[in-house]
């Protein structure tokens, strides 16, 4: 049974940074690409990064390019979100998710889905 499970939000001021962990119980980690979306309330959720099996290509959000890093361990089944200069609109549940496919950044892509962790950036 395939079992993602974030961890790491919390509440930050503007500007701050924080680190969310996407730990999976998934046979064959390393074949997996590995995304990160969010949802804010009233909004449809949206892609936010995602990583290539190897690690070596990533895509972002045009939103977050320069500010959010993703990478992996797969060694510990394991997805990062390093967020730096976060902003209000940041302020969502962010999921952790993995596809079978090579290069996907829609949330119908993905295959599974953990249940999200709260972000929350103040002014």
């Known amino acids: 049974q395939v079992q993602l499970v974030e961890s790491g939000g919390g509440l930050v001021q503007a500007g701050g940074s924080l680190k969310l962990s996407c730990a999976a119980s998934?046979?064959?980690?390393?074949?997996?690409?590995m995304g990160w979306f969010r949802q804010a309330p009233g909004k449809e959720r949206e892609f936010v990064a995602a990583?290539?099996?190897?690690?070596?290509?990533?895509d972002y959000a045009d939103s977050v390019k320069g500010r959010f890093t993703i990478s992996r361990d797969n060694a510990k089944n394991t997805v990062y979100l390093q967020m730096n200069s976060l902003k209000p609109e940041d302020t969502a549940v962010y999921y952790c998710?993995?596809?079978?496919?090579?290069?996907?950044?829609?949330?119908?892509?993905?295959?599974?889905w953990g249940q999200g962790t709260q972000v929350t950036v103040s002014s």
């Open positions: 998710a993995a596809s079978v496919m090579f290069q996907v950044t829609t949330a119908t892509g993905y295959d599974y």
């Open positions: 998934i046979r064959s980690f390393s074949i997996y690409t």
């Open positions: 990583i290539r099996r190897r690690a070596t290509i990533t």
